[in-house]
């Protein structure tokens, strides 16, 4: 019984301009970015929303499925959408990378949640983590993103929700 190990092979592959129309990629199973270049690999929750090129066309948007995504010191996301289909992103593009998490009580007991959203000048790219991986692809992501090679990526944070409760107490102390 012999164990198959994935090869080390360089490909050339062209980066995604839109994300509705995916490229051969080699098998995810016999092909793998190399080790010292991976910052994240995992299987995400996730969708694509391409954006139109005429405005009055409405954008494509992708199934929400798990999806085997790989997140490179180089400044790529390697996105397969099935086993031998998907895409090349250059995350240094991203304009803004935002990031909302909560808490949730589900059935099974409480978890964090969280939405990575990718802005890319064609189109945003949505992740769903939870719990320990959440810390990890952020990090991933933003560092990926804002290499040095890469011009500056905006990161702005998330604006707190009002709170509509009479009771609310202000986060910051009033001045007197």
């Given at each position: 019984?012999?164990?198959?190990?994935?090869?080390?092979?360089h490909?050339?592959?062209?980066?995604?301009?839109?994300?509705?129309?995916?490229?051969p990629?080699?098998?995810?199973?016999?092909?793998?970015?190399?080790?010292?270049?991976?910052?994240h690999?995992?299987?995400?929750?996730?969708?694509?929303?391409?954006?139109?090129?005429?405005?009055?066309?409405?954008?494509?948007?992708s199934?929400?499925?798990?999806?085997q995504?790989?997140?490179?010191?180089?400044?790529y996301?390697?996105?397969?959408?099935?086993?031998?289909?998907?895409?090349?992103?250059n995350?240094?593009?991203?304009s803004?990378?935002?990031?909302?998490?909560?808490?949730?009580?589900?059935f099974?007991?409480?978890?964090?949640?969280c939405?990575i959203?990718?802005?890319?000048?064609?189109?945003?790219?949505?992740l769903?983590?939870?719990d320990?991986?959440?810390?990890?692809?952020?990090?991933?992501?933003?560092?990926?993103?804002?290499?040095?090679s890469?011009?500056?990526?905006?990161?702005?944070?998330?604006?707190?929700?009002?709170?509509?409760?009479h009771?609310?107490t202000?986060?910051?102390?009033?001045q007197?």
């Open positions: 019984m012999s164990v198959h190990q994935p090869l080390e092979r490909e050339a592959l062209q980066l995604a301009k839109g994300f509705n129309k995916f490229i990629l080699p098998h995810v199973r016999r092909w793998k970015v190399h080790q010292t270049d991976v910052l690999r995992g299987t995400v929750l996730s969708f694509l929303r391409t954006k139109s090129s005429f405005f009055l066309l409405p954008d494509d948007i199934s929400l499925k798990s999806r995504i790989t997140v490179t010191s180089h400044g996301m390697v996105v397969y959408e099935d086993e031998d289909r998907g895409l090349i992103v995350l240094r593009a991203a803004h990378v935002f990031c909302t998490a909560d808490k949730y009580k589900g099974k007991g409480p978890y964090t949640r939405h959203k990718i802005r890319l000048p064609r189109g945003n790219i949505h769903f983590v939870r320990a991986e959440i810390h990890k692809w952020t990090c991933a992501i933003m560092k990926a993103s804002s290499s040095a890469s011009p500056a990526t905006k990161i702005e944070p998330i604006p707190p929700i009002p709170s509509t409760s009771h609310a202000p986060c910051c102390p009033t007197r």
